[in-house]
C-alpha cells in the first residue's frame, strides 16, 4: 500500500455444495379394542423398536453419501477421487498406507492455502476392524525381514495421532 492509499476492499467469495433437509416421521395407532386384545404386550416394543430406528437413521444417511460418492458441484468430480488427492484404492490397509494417508490429509491445500486438517477417526467396514484396531493401538510395529528400511518399535501412529477407530457394517 502507498503511502497516502487505501487499503483495497476485500471480498468473500466460495463455492458451496449443495443439499436438501428432509423431515422424517411415523406413527402408530392403537385403540382401547388393540390393548384390550394385546395378551403378548406387543405394543410395549413399539416406542422402544421406533426409538431404536429414529436412532439408526443419521448415520444411515451419512453412510449413504459416503457411499454414494457423489460427484462435486465445484468441480464434478467424485467426493473421493485421485484428482482429490484422497483416495488409493491400490493399497491394504497397512501402517505404512495409514501414515501416508495422514501425510496426505494433512497437506490437503485449497486455493494453494493448506486447510490445517488432523486425522481424527478410521472409518472402516467390519471385515477390517481388527487390523484397523492393530495398527491403531498397538504399542509397538514389528518389522518384519522383507522390510527394505530398518527402524524402531514405536509405533507413531498410536503415539501421536490420537485416531478413534469406527467400524460399521453399512461400509
Do not use: C
Request: net charge negative; no cysteine; charged share 25%.
Amino acid at each position: 500500500l502507498p503511502r497516502g492509499g487505501t487499503a483495497d476492499h476485500y471480498d468473500r467469495s466460495d463455492v458451496v455444495e449443495t443439499y436438501k433437509i428432509a423431515r422424517y416421521a411415523k406413527q402408530f395407532v392403537v385403540d382401547e379394542q388393540d390393548m384390550i386384545d394385546d395378551s403378548l404386550n406387543a405394543f410395549a416394543d413399539m416406542p422402544r423398536e421406533m426409538g431404536l430406528a429414529a436412532a439408526r437413521l443419521r448415520p444411515d444417511l451419512v453412510y449413504a453419501l459416503i457411499i454414494r460418492n457423489a460427484a462435486l458441484g465445484t468441480d464434478s468430480v467424485a467426493l473421493f477421487h485421485a484428482d482429490h488427492n484422497n483416495l488409493n484404492t491400490t493399497a491394504a490397509l497397512t501402517h505404512a498406507t495409514m501414515k501416508t494417508a495422514i501425510t496426505a490429509l494433512e497437506k490437503q491445500r485449497e486455493s494453494s492455502i493448506n486447510l490445517g486438517l488432523r486425522a481424527t477417526h478410521l472409518i472402516v467396514p467390519s471385515d477390517l476392524k481388527h487390523d484397523a484396531a492393530q495398527i491403531l493401538n498397538s504399542s509397538a510395529i514389528a518389522w518384519g525381514a522383507d522390510n527394505e528400511t530398518e527402524r524402531g518399535t514405536l509405533n507413531t501412529i498410536n503415539s501421536e495421532e490420537n485416531i478413534a477407530l469406527v467400524s460399521d457394517p453399512r461400509l
